[in-house]
């Protein structure tokens, strides 16, 4: 079981930007880099503005898809951050 205290609030690191590719699909840009995005992840990054708690972001998943989990979401988040991609502020 993965959880991450609360509040921890999630943001995009600086310059980290989102995009689509018709090619590959939903793509993290970074700096130095591409991350090729799945949808699960595409979904949970669009909701990391660096106000929202994880909690929160859960909350607005659990909207649009069925079965979110708040430990998938804290898995996810913490790979990545390992990957340079989100800053997990607390």
Do not use: K, W
């Amino acid at each position: 079981m993965t959880t991450l205290p609360e509040p921890t609030v999630p943001r995009l690191r600086p310059g980290v930007r989102l995009t689509s590719d018709p090619a590959r699909g939903e793509l993290a840009l970074l700096p130095e880099r591409v991350v090729v995005l799945n949808d699960t992840a595409a979904a949970v990054l669009t909701h990391c503005d660096g106000a929202s708690s994880v909690a929160t972001i859960v909350e607005r998943l659990a909207q649009d898809y069925e079965g979110v989990r708040t430990d998938d979401v804290c898995e996810l988040l913490l790979r990545l951050a390992e990957r340079r991609v989100v800053d997990l502020d607390v």
